[in-house]
């Protein structure tokens, strides 16, 4: 990304927000700051990213920065540690693959920031990154403990129960049913397929069949944001419902 992409970028991003509110859509923004010319001038970024931040908190917004591959690791953290001392309404994405996070969770524990923690999807060295899955996984599951010691209150569900055991073991509420959730402030779905996306929302004991839903409902299923539509109506007259598609292909948030 060069100076004027990233400009672009900004502004694009600034419109969004705007946009989001003028609308009063249910949504935020996540983005990358390679968008925002992270390798061109990392000062220029950090203006960039208050710019968009700023402008977030003008319309009570929030602004999740997502992490990239293990070169951008450190200088994303830096842009983020220095826009978040002047702002609250900004968060970071961590990756359980690599090997310092554990030491990052503790430093943005101790910042008091907003972590959203994923597994990592880029291909990394073995000398920095785990690379057997079990490994991966023990690690998400050791990073979720400490976010518990710190306070988080996180209750899950399963279709196969049996892959929720390292979570309860590290002190997440197994609950018996998508509906026994409908309680919480904030619940993501995350399935494969639209018709068991139709099945954990509005199926037999679905999220949504007791009567309410969560205060918040994001969906980052692979599935379309049509093939939710109808649930995110529903969660919508109770609370606020976002689909958020975890996808590298397609960013978009509705």
Not at 43 to 72: N, P, Q, W
Not at 134 to 163: E, Y
Not at 166 to 187: E, F, T, Y
């Amino acid at each position: 990304s060069d100076r004027d992409e990233a400009e672009r970028a900004t502004a694009a991003y600034e419109e969004s927000v705007v946009r989001i509110a003028a609308s009063a859509a249910t949504a935020t923004i996540s983005l990358k700051l390679t968008q925002l010319g992270l390798d061109v001038d990392l000062d220029a970024c950090v203006a960039h990213l208050e710019r968009i931040v700023t402008t977030a908190a003008r319309h009570d917004s929030f602004v999740r920065i997502d992490m990239e591959g293990s070169k951008h690791t450190q200088p994303t953290l830096d842009v983020f540690r220095r826009v978040r001392a002047r702002h609250v309404n900004v968060g970071i994405v961590i990756q359980s693959y690599l090997q310092r996070t554990e030491r990052d969770v503790d430093a943005l524990l101790e910042a008091d920031a907003s972590v959203r923690l994923c597994k990592g999807a880029y291909k990394e060295p073995g000398s920095i990154a785990y690379q057997r899955k079990a490994d991966i996984d023990a690690s998400f599951i050791h990073l979720m403990r400490r976010l518990l010691d710190a306070g988080c209150d996180v209750s899950a569900w399963n279709r196969t129960r049996s892959k929720l055991d390292g979570l309860a073991a590290a002190g997440v509420k197994v609950v018996d049913r998508p509906v026994d959730l409908a309680d919480r402030d904030l619940v993501v779905t995350m399935v494969s397929s639209s018709d068991v996306f139709h099945a954990v929302t509005l199926g037999d004991d679905g999220l949504l069949t007791g009567g309410g839903g969560p205060t918040v409902l994001v969906d980052s299923s692979t599935v379309p944001a049509e093939a939710s539509e109808r649930a995110r109506a529903e969660a919508a007259e109770g609370g606020t419902a976002v689909a958020a598609p975890a996808g590298r292909g397609n960013p978009k948030v509705r």
